[in-house]
């Protein structure tokens, strides 16, 4: 059966480190993979794609990598900071259509 | 200001009682989408629509309907709601590439069915 796993549910760093989140999937085999952000309350906000035939993308602090083969996409903030404290999603787009999310992991950065 | 609204954003209704939550996009975006979102299962896919008159079933569509007349409106029609339809629900669209774009999403409306 399909499924996505995103690593523990919390994940607590220091200020200043730098926070890995991971992604996992199988039997999917999707054309983007999606990071976003959702902050308590509200509606999850983009941060970056990758597409199947890119490894890396990079946006200020943030960087997504992406290995199909391992079919596994890793979400990095460095320099993390206490505002990049949130809950952070990974989807999958297999079509132009459906878009499937990840449980989504909980960032908090203490000072 | 460019935005996805919903209305209403909190609602508390009975079983059976029909309910609609409006979508509306103010970007002319051609893709637009409905999810759902309950603790421990996350994000869950229930329609969406390519564009005006084409929608299609997401991950769980049992239950729901939706209506794409116009391009800035979608609809989600709960014709008799039931308990286990009590979520967090979100609106989101796209400009053209669907969900392989950005998504933008509204600020969810919290329906709760007794």
């Known amino acids: 059966s399909q499924k996505i796993e995103q690593n523990s549910e919390a994940l607590n760093i220091q200020e200043g480190k730098t926070a890995t989140l991971t992604c996992n999937y199988t039997?999917?085999?999707?054309?983007?993979l999606q990071w976003y952000r959702q902050d308590p309350g509200r509606g999850p906000v983009f941060l970056l794609l990758?597409?199947?035939?890119?490894k890396e993308k990079r946006k200020e602090r943030l960087k997504v990598t992406f290995d199909t083969t391992l079919k596994q996409s890793l979400f990095h903030i460095t320099a993390s900071q206490p505002a990049d404290s949130a809950t952070y999603l990974c989807?999958?787009?297999?079509?132009?259509?459906?878009?499937?999310f990840g449980d989504g992991t909980t960032l908090t950065v203490k000072p | 200001e460019a935005q996805v609204t919903q209305n209403p954003r909190y609602l508390i209704t009975v079983t059976g009682k029909k309910l609609t939550v409006t979508c509306s996009q103010n970007?002319?975006?051609?893709?637009m989408s409905w999810y759902r979102q309950d603790p421990g299962l996350g994000l869950r896919q229930i329609y969406y629509?390519?564009?005006?008159?084409?929608?299609d079933k997401g991950d769980v569509p049992e239950g729901y309907k939706v209506s794409r007349k116009e391009k800035r409106n979608f609809p989600l029609i709960l014709e008799s709601p039931s308990p286990n339809q009590t979520s967090l629900y979100f609106c989101?669209?796209?400009?053209?590439?669907?969900?392989?774009?950005?998504?933008?999403f509204g600020p969810g409306t919290r329906l709760t069915v007794l």
């Open positions: 989101a669209s796209s400009f053209q590439r669907g969900a392989g774009d950005t998504q933008y």
């Open positions: 039997n999917y085999s999707p054309a983007y």
């Open positions: 990758i597409r199947e035939n890119e």
């Open positions: 989807a999958l787009v297999v079509n132009a259509g459906k878009s499937t």
């Open positions: 970007m002319n975006h051609e893709y």
């Open positions: 629509s390519m564009n005006v008159e084409v929608t």
